[in-house]
Protein backbone atom coordinates (compact mmCIF):
# COMPACT_ATOMS: atom_id res chain seq x y z
CA UNK A 1 0.00 0.00 0.00
CA UNK A 2 1.69 3.06 -1.16
CA UNK A 3 1.48 6.15 1.39
CA UNK A 4 2.75 9.86 1.12
CA UNK A 5 2.93 11.75 3.78
CA UNK A 6 3.29 15.65 3.55
CA UNK A 7 5.10 17.40 6.39
CA UNK A 8 7.02 21.07 6.64
CA UNK A 9 3.69 23.64 6.21
CA UNK A 10 3.34 26.85 8.12
CA UNK A 11 2.70 30.23 8.58
CA UNK A 12 5.08 32.85 7.48
CA UNK A 13 5.13 36.50 5.86
CA UNK A 14 5.04 37.53 2.49
CA UNK A 15 8.90 37.32 1.00
CA UNK A 16 9.58 34.34 3.32
CA UNK A 17 10.22 30.41 2.80
CA UNK A 18 9.80 27.53 3.66
CA UNK A 19 10.01 23.63 2.55
CA UNK A 20 7.75 21.34 1.72
CA UNK A 21 8.57 17.56 2.13
CA UNK A 22 6.74 14.46 1.09
CA UNK A 23 7.65 11.01 1.89
CA UNK A 24 6.42 8.10 0.00
CA UNK A 25 6.32 4.25 1.58
CA UNK A 26 4.90 0.98 -0.13
CA UNK A 27 6.87 2.24 -3.31
CA UNK A 28 10.41 3.14 -4.59
CA UNK A 29 10.59 6.48 -5.85
CA UNK A 30 12.43 6.01 -9.83
CA UNK A 31 13.20 8.15 -12.33
CA UNK A 32 9.87 6.96 -14.55
CA UNK A 33 7.40 7.73 -11.92
CA UNK A 34 6.22 11.11 -12.34
CA UNK A 35 5.94 12.99 -8.63
CA UNK A 36 4.26 16.10 -8.08
CA UNK A 37 2.76 18.88 -5.64
CA UNK A 38 -0.80 20.48 -5.82
CA UNK A 39 -2.29 22.81 -3.84
CA UNK A 40 -5.79 23.81 -3.22
CA UNK A 41 -7.04 27.22 -2.22
CA UNK A 42 -10.84 27.68 -0.77
CA UNK A 43 -12.75 28.84 -3.91
CA UNK A 44 -10.37 27.61 -6.21
CA UNK A 45 -9.34 24.85 -8.27
CA UNK A 46 -6.59 21.96 -7.32
CA UNK A 47 -4.22 23.50 -8.95
CA UNK A 48 -0.50 21.75 -10.38
CA UNK A 49 2.11 23.52 -8.67
CA UNK A 50 5.48 21.57 -10.16
CA UNK A 51 6.08 18.03 -10.87
CA UNK A 52 9.07 16.01 -12.22
CA UNK A 53 10.34 12.37 -12.84
CA UNK A 54 12.56 11.41 -9.94
CA UNK A 55 15.66 12.99 -9.19
CA UNK A 56 16.81 12.76 -12.87
CA UNK A 57 13.86 13.94 -14.76
CA UNK A 58 13.19 17.84 -15.95
CA UNK A 59 10.85 19.46 -13.80
CA UNK A 60 7.51 21.49 -14.76
CA UNK A 61 6.51 24.32 -13.04
CA UNK A 62 2.82 26.11 -13.53
CA UNK A 63 3.34 30.23 -14.48
CA UNK A 64 2.64 31.52 -11.27
CA UNK A 65 5.54 29.83 -9.42
CA UNK A 66 8.32 29.09 -11.64
CA UNK A 67 11.69 30.94 -10.84
CA UNK A 68 10.28 31.11 -6.59
CA UNK A 69 10.04 27.16 -6.29
CA UNK A 70 12.30 24.26 -6.88
CA UNK A 71 10.96 20.86 -6.83
CA UNK A 72 13.89 18.36 -5.52
CA UNK A 73 13.08 14.51 -5.50
CA UNK A 74 15.35 12.02 -3.54
CA UNK A 75 15.32 8.70 -4.90
CA UNK A 76 17.63 7.49 -2.17
CA UNK A 77 15.53 9.15 0.91
CA UNK A 78 11.79 8.49 -1.27
CA UNK A 79 11.16 11.57 -0.63
CA UNK A 80 10.43 14.38 -3.05
CA UNK A 81 11.05 17.98 -1.94
CA UNK A 82 9.66 21.61 -2.51
CA UNK A 83 11.32 24.35 -1.73
CA UNK A 84 9.60 27.75 -1.56
CA UNK A 85 10.62 30.91 -2.11
CA UNK A 86 9.43 34.59 -2.34
CA UNK A 87 5.97 33.39 -1.17
CA UNK A 88 2.66 35.73 -1.92
CA UNK A 89 -0.58 35.75 0.03
CA UNK A 90 -2.04 34.02 -3.06
CA UNK A 91 0.50 31.20 -2.57
CA UNK A 92 -1.97 30.19 0.49
CA UNK A 93 -3.27 27.08 0.41
CA UNK A 94 -3.20 23.32 1.14
CA UNK A 95 -0.33 21.57 -0.58
CA UNK A 96 -0.63 17.99 -1.71
CA UNK A 97 1.99 15.65 -3.24
CA UNK A 98 0.68 12.84 -5.44
CA UNK A 99 2.40 10.25 -7.41
CA UNK A 100 1.83 8.61 -10.96
CA UNK A 101 2.43 4.96 -10.61
CA UNK A 102 0.26 3.96 -13.58
CA UNK A 103 2.52 5.96 -15.67
CA UNK A 104 -0.44 7.70 -17.35
CA UNK A 105 1.97 9.31 -19.70
CA UNK A 106 -0.99 10.38 -21.95
CA UNK A 107 -2.24 12.92 -19.31
CA UNK A 108 -0.23 16.54 -18.47
CA UNK A 109 1.76 16.72 -15.77
CA UNK A 110 -1.00 18.61 -14.26
CA UNK A 111 -4.10 16.74 -14.58
CA UNK A 112 -5.21 15.85 -11.32
CA UNK A 113 -6.41 12.33 -13.04
CA UNK A 114 -3.34 11.26 -13.53
CA UNK A 115 -2.30 10.48 -10.37
CA UNK A 116 -3.10 7.43 -8.27
CA UNK A 117 -2.09 8.36 -4.60
CA UNK A 118 -2.56 11.36 -3.10
CA UNK A 119 -0.83 12.51 0.87
CA UNK A 120 -3.19 13.56 3.37
CA UNK A 121 -1.81 17.58 2.88
CA UNK A 122 0.22 20.31 4.93
CA UNK A 123 -1.31 23.58 4.65
CA UNK A 124 0.77 26.77 4.04
CA UNK A 125 -0.22 30.49 5.11
CA UNK A 126 1.20 33.85 3.93
CA UNK A 127 0.32 36.90 5.27
CA UNK A 128 1.04 40.58 3.79
Known amino acids: QVQLVESGGGSVQAGGSLRLSCAASGYTYNNNVMMAWFRHAPGKEREGVAA????????YYSASVEGRFLISPDNAKNTVYLQMDSLLPEDTAMYYC????????????????????WGQGTQVSVSS
Open 98 to 117: AEDTQRQFGRSWDDPLRYDY
Open 52 to 59: SYGDSGRP
